[in-house]
């Protein structure tokens, strides 16, 4: 099936970054932004901006939404029920789900609302996208890795490599998706959660010898452990690689948590260090680090 029409849940960062790509192909009135009614109303009036430029994306009221060929997900983990039932209006029968949300939960929640055979895995990286007060810059735009789980149709996961084809979208459909996105859980716990905490950017983070890199480096080597226990075969080789990602980005750039504490929103720290702190827990496994940067997240939310 050709994709036409493309639905967004979630419209910060990522939602932008990749709607816009595909509107330049499909037209702006081929890609919407799905809200609940009541969070539409309190975004109606945003005047949003891409790299300077004005946004002309549009958002949908979920009440008015009609099934879209494919909906992606671009949203944080904090607000996934809610997007689970705004999804309810655009999902029809031959509707594709795609989920570019952080961690390794998310899929599985879509599945057991929308079915597997229709869902595919994803992740993205690569990006140095910043979006505060309602402006998106970004110099790289990344790439999208994603692939089938065990009951996803075939076809699904063609269809969208070919909606991303056509929209100049970088994308690899990977045979190990389950490893690809544990690896970049492992570098989320490290650069998302150093970078909140020490409200440090790309460049503090990787500098060589800081403190922030130690801390990076840490929490990373600590989730490699803990996806070994769970059976995904993650080496230090692609602990460096994923090191060796976030010194190619704009230095002064920021990810997304540390984009967080300077807005004040809630952070997805339980897909992070939660996730790899319960893991460690029932194999044994001791963790300091995201253990600490979990009680200094929760400690600076707490203080807003």
């Not at 009609?66 to 999902?91: R, S, Y």
């Amino acid at each position: 099936m050709r994709i036409n029409k493309v639905a967004f849940i979630g419209k910060g960062g990522v939602g932008l970054l990749y709607g816009s790509m595909i509107a330049r192909v499909l037209g702006d009135d081929a890609v919407e932004f799905v809200m609940d009614d009541a969070r539409y109303e309190r975004h109606a009036a945003d005047k949003l901006k891409i790299n300077g430029e004005p946004c002309s994306l549009r958002s949908v009221r979920a009440s008015e939404a009609t099934p879209a060929d494919l909906v992606i997900l671009t949203i944080k983990t904090t607000g996934l029920t809610q997007a689970l039932d705004t999804m309810e209006a655009v999902v029809g029968p031959e509707t594709r789900i795609a989920s570019l949300c952080n961690g390794i939960t998310s899929e599985q929640k879509i599945a057991e609302r929308f079915g597997w055979q229709r869902t595919v895995l994803g992740i993205c990286q690569g990006m140095d996208a910043v979006f505060l007060n309602n402006e998106l810059t970004y110099d790289k735009p990344g790439e999208i890795r994603f692939g089938a789980a065990p009951d996803t149709d075939p076809a699904v996961v063609a269809d969208i490599a070919e909606l991303y084809s056509r929209a100049g979208i970088a994308h690899v459909v990977e045979p190990d998706i389950k490893r690809r996105m544990w690896t970049k859980l492992m570098m989320n716990v490290g650069v998302n959660q150093t970078c909140m905490v020490y409200g440090g950017t790309y460049g503090s983070v990787t500098e060589r010898g800081s403190e922030q890199r130690r801390s990076l480096v840490a929490a990373m080597r600590e989730a490699r452990v803990v996806a070994n226990a769970e059976g995904v075969a993650i080496a230090e080789a692609d602990l460096s690689q994923m090191v060796e990602l976030l010194e190619t980005l704009d230095p002064a750039g920021m990810p997304s948590m540390a984009q967080d504490r300077i807005a004040r929103r809630k952070t997805e720290v339980e897909e992070f260090s939660g996730t790899i702190c319960r893991l460690a827990a029932e194999h044994g496994i001791e963790v300091p680090q995201n253990e600490w940067l979990y009680q200094r997240i929760r400690e600076i939310e707490a203080s807003w």
